[in-house]
């Protein structure tokens, strides 16, 4: 909203008001109108300074026929009181204002027709609390007589609570008007609900024509209305050439010499608060209307945009199917490739013309081959049926072309065949076959399923037979003597095996004597199967090393003999493994103060005999491996 007034200062003041203040029409339809009650006021005491406007009706009123009902019950109606006080207050009032606007006070205690008024609660108000600096048109202005010191309003509370302000007129019948206001709801200078005492000064309860309160604070400001214009659109401001727009004109104001203009159309008048503005077909883009008049403070002016909208016009691609019908925006139906243009009267989102051109393609059925394989045994869905054999087979796919038409498909089935291979092994003791991840140590026929190189299984069949044989063992332990001993003669003895070789030259014979130091060796040829075994006979300097070796544990967890334990000492290196009698490792440890729980892989074995295999080196550098032993009972 623009404003012409006399000064650059007076303009500026209006405008923020302007943001600030609702406006309304001039002159109400009943006999008057409150809109607004200042609730917080600024100055001490409060209630003599709080204030509250309405608008006068089309009949004058006579403020002697004036009763007021204050939200706060405790202050009673003192009715109007107009002396050299309140003269003297509004004088005072008026050489502040800045702007042109005036206060006045009725004569003889009529309020005219038409005119606003300012209810202040007290002639004994501070002249000094409230700014009447920016006042740019002419209001009334009456007293209540002192005598209320409190409040008559409840200012912000966190406490629920309306509150009703009620004001009437004994003449003419029934005038009068009531208003409610929620006090929680008041805002401080910051347009925030609350705060502290200093910023919720100023706090105003606004209300339309219907009692609906609004919420501002303006400071420490007394609730006037400013001298504006507002025009308002009564049919809507968005059309087409062509189409016409209702304009009226409020004013806060009485106007003279109203003009309304712009556009390249015509009004039905040009001087009347309302009037219908006619477009023309050479409004294509938009525009604004103005209207203007004279008011107290100079030439006042409102404007209100007029959106054009062109009819719309869009181009659209589309395709169908061969043997298919498209609709177009009009509503036909074609069958044939081709551009068709359709009109659609009001058709814009606007509610302007609208104008599409439709460009029609005409999609063809696809056609395809393809080839699968499948193994031997599996089936697939070809041609509507789950299909196990080699041959062509013919789908069509339903709108499965990119286009979205149909797809026929020509599929080639081709069936790959299981594997199937065999492998036999013969092997002495020891050896193993890995097939399929799968070890296998021990007589037995076994299949793995494979994959071929084609997806499908390859079926391996491995028959491994292991050679029964025997294992030559030496019975005796590597021995050591002492350098001052003599090597009177050692027997050396072996168990198991066939066709025993010592490494001396013996052969056949289980045991031979051997009368000096080396190492001493025995092969078994058993069955077409290698087995060997060896002693070492050495000479030590005797530190006189100690190694004990139990013969059996308990390990029932009575916390007596669990655990096979060695005791030793005089050594540099230890380290023992127990063995079941196939031969298998079960556990081992280099710690002389550890030793064998009885369990493998975290599960106990079962009561029997065990072998033991010590490798220890004494102080001094002699080393000595000690086979022996031990009974498991549970």
Sequence with gaps: ???????????????????????????????????????????????????????????????????????????PWLNICQNITTANAVSALNATVQGCGLLLEPTNGILPAGVRVLLITSTAIDVNANSFANLADTMYVIFQCAGNTSGHFANWSTSPGMRTLSISFSSPSGCSDVVTYDRTLLVNQNGTIGGASAIRDGALANFDWQGNATYDNFACQAPFVPANVSI??????????????????????????????GGNGSFSS???????????????????????????????????????????????????????????????????????????????????????????????????????????????????????????????????????????????????????????????????????????????????????????????ETNLTIIATSQVNIVQNNITICRDELLTGFIINAVGGANLVWSSG????????????????????????????????????????????????????????DVFLIKGSEFDFFEATIFNRWGEQLFSWKEINEGWDGTYQGSVVPTGTYFYLIDVTFLGGKREFIKGSVTLLR
């Design 232 to 261: 308002t659109a009564l049919s809507p401001t968005n059309i087409c050439p062509g189409d016409n727009v209702q304009l009226t004109v409020n004013a806060s104001s009485s106007l003279q010499n109203l003009l309304w203009s």
């Design 270 to 460: 040009t001087t009347s608060n309302n009037t219908t503005y006619s477009s023309s077909i050479n409004d294509t883009s938009n525009f604004y209307i103005y209207v203007e008049g004279s008011a107290a403070c100079g030439t006042i002016t409102d404007s209100i945009l007029i959106t054009i909208n062109p009819p719309a016009t869009a181009t659209q691609n589309a395709s169908i199917c061969q043997g298919q019908s498209y609709t177009l925006p009009g509503g036909s139906q074609v069958n044939t490739q081709g551009t068709y243009i359709d009109t659609l009267i009001g058709g814009a989102a606007s509610g302007c013309d609208s104008i599409i051109t439709t460009n029609l393609a005409i999609n063809n059925f696809t056609t395809g081959s393809t080839s699968i394989s499948i193994c031997q045994g599996d089936s697939i869905l070809l041609g509507g049926v789950f299909q196990t054999t080699a041959g062509n087979y013919i789908d069509t796919l339903v709108g499965g072309s990119s286009a979205g038409c149909d797809s026929i498909i020509t599929t080639t089935l081709n069936i790959n065949p299981t594997k199937f291979s065999s492998q036999s092994f013969t092997e002495c003791p020891g050896f193993s076959i890995t097939v399929g991840g799968n070890v296998y140590a021990s007589t037995g026929i076994y299949t793995d399923i494979l994959t071929t190189s084609l997806g499908c299984d390859s079926i391996v």
């Design 1 to 75: 909203m623009i404003f012409k007034v006399n000064g650059l200062k007076t303009l500026f003041l209006i405008t923020i008001i302007l943001l600030a203040l609702h406006v309304k029409a001039q002159i109400p339809t009943t006999c008057f109108e409150i809109e607004s009650i200042l609730v917080d006021a600024c100055g001490s005491p409060e209630g003599e300074n709080e204030m509250v406007r309405f608008v006068v009706g089309n009949t004058p009123l006579n403020v002697a026929n004036m009763n007021v009902s204050w939200p706060n019950s405790t202050n």
């Design 506 to 561: 013996e052969t056949g014979v289980d045991s031979i004597i051997v009368f000096t130091e080396g190492i001493y060796t025995v092969t078994s040829m058993d069955n077409g199967c290698l087995s060997e075994d060896q002693i070492e006979i050495t000479r030590d300097e005797c530190l006189v090393p100690t190694i004990f070796v139990p013969n059996t544990f308990t390990p029932n967890n009575d916390n007596n003999n």
